[in-house]
């Protein structure tokens, strides 16, 4: 199988260039597995702008990072648990939060609802089962809502995907197991 590996600058075009420049700016540096989608102009600006659209919906960025962590766990993305780990971390999640999260029981009622859903959508290829569907309406959560949360479910998927065909090297601190 052919070894991908991160590429550096001067192996994209220009305007991932342009982007890498961005989010060395946002972020401090480029994380490997933006600069691996890098490869694609197209597939990275498509990428960060699903992502940033969807950080001005209704979810707070500790409730995103909870779905990022619940999908990451059911798809066993060992990149992405580790950069959301400290992201939610940052977000005021404590470590033995993050783990309650991965598992896909939280005691935060609302928080459970949004973590049970993520979680069902991602084991099932979309097709949540309906006690967790349900839920979520109850806790007060309406369609608007189904639709982000889909979309914030599809763009963890796509980059535990991107980790999964290339494993590149992870560039954070690796996240506690479970077992």
Do not use: W
């Not at 990428?47 to 707070?60: I, K, V």
């Amino acid at each position: 199988m052919k070894t991908i590996t991160v590429p550096s600058a001067d192996q994209v075009s220009d305007e991932s260039r342009v982007l890498f420049d961005q989010l060395k700016k946002r972020l401090g540096k480029v994380p490997n597995l933006y600069a691996t989608m890098g490869y694609s102009s197209h597939a990275l600006k498509g990428f960060l702008d699903f992502e940033a659209g969807l950080n001005g919906g209704q979810f707070s960025a500790k409730e995103r990072e909870a779905i990022a962590l619940v999908v990451s766990e059911v798809n066993q993305c060992a990149y992405c648990l580790a950069s959301h780990t400290r992201l939610a971390i940052l977000r005021g999640f404590s470590n033995a939060e993050t783990l309650d999260v991965r598992r896909g029981h939280v005691s935060d009622v609302k928080l459970n609802a949004i973590v049970q859903l993520a979680k069902s959508i991602a084991e099932n290829k979309g097709h949540a089962d309906e006690r967790s569907l349900n839920n979520f309406y109850e806790q007060g959560y309406t369609e608007a809502a189904l639709m982000e949360l889909t979309g914030l479910v599809a763009v963890r998927v796509y980059t535990n995907y991107v980790y999964a065909l290339t494993a590149i090297p992870v560039d954070f601190p690796a996240a506690e197991s479970l077992q």
